[in-house]
């Protein structure tokens, strides 16, 4: 077979979602979606939206949307960004603010940022973790270098807090720093307040995770004035219309149903604080998470032969097969129903 990649990215290695079964059998754990569908009024607002009006390419920029989020942070509509989910927001930061050139982010993070390092040809430094995988912070000060971090952090559902992050920015003033807050809405505090301080922070979001949307696509990220533009016109040679007309009704239609979000999103919370307790009670080790998932062990069993044994009874986690946490396996937090289903799995497994 000829191979038809330029050199530039022949050798890449794609990242691997979790997986996305056909039929609906399984008691999906695997991708940390919400267990709950978005609110009715998003829904409705989407139906409403969908008109002879579509012939029309979207606003480009957006700024209903962005004016909406503006409000509802407290920041200024030039301070939001919006994109086809974050991903591709963090894949148009790294070509903006890191092609060739040096970032380091911490080595247990998300799985997607060597990826794209490879892709733009970032020289990209993986800081060790500490013994209970958490974050070396000390490690991530005056890098002179960019730096990426994921608060919470993902797979492991460790929160800095905001202090902690501000040193971080401070001391890498000269670089891009990038806060991925996908799962922020879940206990954490955000760094959107820093923005107005530090004018190399970009602080990233999602609507997939905390507002049921994922089937959507809609990013969104938060910067000093200068940033946001500066992304934007890198934006602008890639792709002028993101986001689509319809997800752009929905997610403001997501952010007038602040009620809706609040009951799920502590809903989540409580579903995670007792299924970290029961699984305590099997024995298992659990990780401090502020995120809608957890990641866990146990001695007598290795992440890949509990994932394969949960997938047998029609459970599905994410299981990663790296070293460093291949006793791993990271499980989303469902309904209170799906977790009273995992519970009893692994009661058996380990049993
Ligand atoms: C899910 C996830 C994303 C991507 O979210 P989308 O908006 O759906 O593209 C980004 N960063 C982290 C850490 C995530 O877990």
Request: glycine share 4%.
């Amino acid at each position: 077979m000829r191979n038809f990649l330029c050199n530039r990215v022949k050798s890449i290695i794609p990242y691997t979602p979790g997986e996305q079964p056909r039929d609906l059998e399984y008691i999906k754990l695997n991708t940390n979606e919400n267990p709950y569908p978005p609110s009715l009024k998003v829904l409705k607002a989407m139906k409403d939206s969908v008109d002879a009006s579509i012939q029309l390419y979207p606003d480009p920029e957006s700024i209903k949307l962005r004016n909406r989020a503006a409000t509802y942070y407290g920041v200024k509509v030039e301070n939001v960004f919006t994109g086809n989910g974050s991903d591709e927001i963090l894949a148009l930061a790294f070509m903006a603010f890191y092609q060739d050139s040096k970032i380091c982010y911490p080595e247990i993070s998300y799985s997607f940022y060597p990826v794209y390092s490879n892709l733009y040809k970032v020289d990209d430094e993986k800081i060790k973790m500490n013994d209970d995988l958490t974050i070396d912070v000390n490690k991530m000060m005056n890098k002179n270098k960019g730096v990426v971090i994921t608060n919470p952090n993902a797979p492991t559902g460790e929160c800095l807090n905001v202090d902690t992050l501000e040193k971080i920015i401070s001391s890498n003033s000269q670089n891009v720093v990038i806060v991925d807050e996908a799962y922020i809405d879940f206990g954490g505090d955000s760094a959107i307040g820093l923005i107005t301080k530090y004018d190399n922070l970009l602080v990233v979001q999602t609507l997939s995770k905390s507002r049921s949307l994922a089937g959507l696509r809609i990013g969104l990220a938060f910067g000093s004035e200068n940033l946001i533009a500066q992304l934007t016109s890198i934006k602008n040679c890639f792709n002028s219309y993101p986001v689509d007309k319809i997800s752009q009704v929905a997610a403001i239609a997501s952010f007038d149903d602040e009620l809706y979000f609040q009951s799920i999103c502590q809903k989540i919370s409580n579903s995670r604080e007792k299924t970290i307790s029961e699984l305590t009670k099997l024995g298992m080790k659990v990780l401090p998470s502020k995120a809608n998932f957890i990641f866990t062990k146990h001695k007598n069993i290795t992440g890949e032969n509990l994932y394969l044994k949960l997938r047998e009874m029609g459970i599905l986690v994410r299981y990663f097969n790296l070293p460093s946490i291949s006793e791993y396996v990271r499980i989303t937090i469902g309904t209170k129903e799906q977790m009273d289903e995992l519970i009893k799995a692994i009661g058996e497994i380990l049993k």
